[in-house]
């Protein structure tokens, strides 16, 4: 890993080093904070959390090989395996863990060439950021977030995965407060930052749609010098957005930018489109499901576009787009197909949802859950949900809600639908049987905190 040697790191942390003197100058060969994955000379990140303290597994990770640990403490005989000297343990002391493993991403990332696009938003992150790292993949070698690796702790453990032979990082950054995209946009410092929308999620903390723009737009102060901004042209927001450091934002989704046309709606096979820019024409056949998509790929193209990828790369790239796990995820199983749309949801996303939902064939259930985080208004919000399905574009032929604020939802969709209200995830599987028919066509979403990937992974067995 470029330029983190222990004594760049003890200097990069602001700790103080402990352990052989000869060892200063190695490099490491990785980083976590994951005891069960470290390997032989990585660095391990001792973090307290609210279960686990990474201090009482410093023992397992000198015996694989560790090179250096980072801790909030100094080491005994104790910590080290049988037969190991203090004296012959690398250690680096500071305060704080947690923000040392910051100061030494924001460090690695200022020692590389690497390109870094910078994601957030209120709805689309991670579906955005799918479809341009499968784009800028037709032409560069890229990195980009796993999982839910975007906050404060996973945006570090992202940065310190990037290697030399990386040419472009797509980084997801969420937040749910003010500060909080400084912090991370500090450590990733883009080159392009994308905001896909500024819609309601996270009300709790940040109070206003106009709170949310101000929080996301933090990462403006942190562009690398000549960064540009690509913004969503669509959103009643962002388009009044004129200059970013004397510079225009790049849109999509509008006409003043990439946007699409001719769009041809192929259910669960995704969608055909052609998207304009001021430069050209493109062919678009996204395999991806949902009408949002489109606006994904818009997005895409306007990045491609800044880092040079030709026609040919970008409408490969958009073709070899694949969804993820919770994200839209169709699942056939023997008795059903589910729509996995499980990882996150608000208002605007669990209406998405419905909307491709009500596109299938055959009896369409819907089975969705609390959405946390949207402060005052939060039983509207859910309830807005509801009143939707006045509208036969949302109204699924069977509604199932779990939750205290799911009821919102119930209440909402009045009488035009067959619906069930359940407590908890557990009620509604022992009634399931009574609920779901073969060959239903069921989606599921809700919040994170709800857990509904164990409905999925029931629902799949069948």
Not at 253 to 271: I, P, Q, R
Not at 289 to 296: A, D, K, L, R, T
Not at 388 to 409: F, T
Request: glycine content about 8%; overall charge negative; aromatic content about 6%.
């Amino acid at each position: 890993m470029k330029d983190l040697t222990l004594k760049n790191i003890e200097t990069a942390v602001s700790g103080r080093y402990h352990g052989p003197q000869a060892l200063l100058e190695k490099t490491i060969d990785g980083a976590c904070l994951d005891s069960r994955l470290v390997q032989k000379d990585w660095l391990f990140f001792a973090t307290k959390g609210e279960k686990t303290n990474g201090h009482n597994f410093l023992k397992q990770i000198y015996e694989v090989g560790a090179l250096c640990a980072i801790t909030e403490r100094e080491l005994t005989s104790e910590d080290l395996p049988e037969g190991m000297k203090i004296e012959d343990a690398a250690y680096i002391q500071v305060s704080d863990s947690f923000a040392a493993l910051r100061k030494l991403a924001a460090f690695y990332r200022s020692r590389l060439s690497v390109k870094v696009v910078g994601i957030t938003g209120s709805v689309g992150k991670t579906s955005t950021k799918e479809m341009i790292a499968a784009v800028l993949s037709a032409k560069y070698r890229v990195l980009k977030t796993e999982k839910n690796f975007n906050n404060a702790v996973g945006l570090p453990l992202t940065i310190l995965r990037l290697r030399e032979e990386d040419e472009v990082a797509v980084l997801e950054m969420g937040i749910s407060d003010f500060g909080e995209m400084a912090v991370l946009s500090s450590m990733a410092r883009p080159d392009i930052g994308v905001i896909t929308n500024i819609g309601q999620c996270h009300l709790e903390n940040l109070g206003t749609r106009d709170g949310i723009f101000r929080a996301k737009s933090e990462f403006f102060g942190y562009l690398t010098e000549g960064g540009r901004v690509v913004l969503n042209g669509g959103d009643d927001i962002l388009s009044k957005v004129k200059d970013v450091h004397g510079r225009e934002p790049v849109f999509f989704n509008d006409e003043k930018g990439s946007y699409a046309t001719d769009v041809e709606d192929l259910g669960f096979a995704g969608t055909r489109c052609l998207i304009h820019t001021k430069e050209r024409t493109l062919h678009a056949d996204i395999p991806v499901p949902g009408e949002h998509q489109v606006i994904n790929a818009c997005a895409a193209v306007a990045v491609a576009e800044l880092l040079g990828l030709t026609t040919e790369q970008i409408e490969s790239g958009i073709r070899g787009t694949q969804v993820i796990e919770g994200r839209g995820r169709v699942i056939k199983t023997d008795r059903y197909t589910l729509v996995d749309d499980c990882y996150n949801a608000n208002p605007v996303s669990m209406k998405a949802g419905l909307k491709l939902l009500c596109r299938a064939s055959g009896r369409r259930v819907a089975v969705l859950g609390d959405m946390f985080e949207l402060g005052t208004d939060e039983k509207q919000l859910h309830r807005s949900v509801g009143e939707a399905m006045a509208d036969a574009e949302y109204r699924p032929d069977v509604l199932v809600c779990i939750g205290d604020l799911a009821a919102n939802i119930y209440d909402g969709a009045g009488d035009k639908v067959e619906k069930y209200l359940f407590a908890d995830k557990e009620a509604f599987l022992k009634e399931k049987d009574a609920i779901l028919k073969e060959k239903d066509v069921i989606l599921l979403k809700a919040s994170h905190g709800m857990a509904f990937p164990t409905l999925v992974e029931k629902l799949s067995l069948e």
